[in-house]
């Protein structure tokens, strides 16, 4: 089965770090471009990150210099280190897989992050 499920979610204090990780199955890994998407209730889910295949990395503004999207393509897994987290980085946190060519998008089914006291 097609698939990519999302781990390492937890309970953080704030200015702590945690490094969630997405791992693919019966995907070729190499040939998707590999996104981390975040949604709090009520809102839409949000772009943080990418990553080609040949590891080109985007981030959005609020996440530039305190994440860093990875990728290991032989594993078919990507990561995201999470460094001095704040209350509203406090989300489900996705990855998607987007093919190269044509295609349809492969979402995980999220991962909880909570930033609290």
């Known amino acids: 089965q097609v698939q990519l499920v999302e781990s390492g979610g937890d309970l953080v204090q704030p200015g702590g770090s945690l490094t969630l990780t997405c791992t693919s199955s019966?995907?070729?890994?190499?040939?998707?471009?590999m996104y981390w998407y975040r949604q709090t209730p009520g809102t839409q889910r949000e772009e943080i990150a990418s990553i080609t295949s040949s590891s080109n990395t985007k981030y959005e503004d609020s996440v530039k210099g305190r994440f860093i999207i990875s990728r290991d393509n032989p594993k078919g897994t990507m990561y995201l280190q999470m460094n001095n987290l704040y209350p509203n980085d406090t989300a489900r946190y996705y990855c998607k897989g987007m093919p190269l060519g044509t295609g349809l998008p492969i979402w995980g089914k999220g991962t909880l992050v909570a930033v609290s006291s």
């Open positions: 019966r995907i070729i890994f190499s040939h998707y471009t």
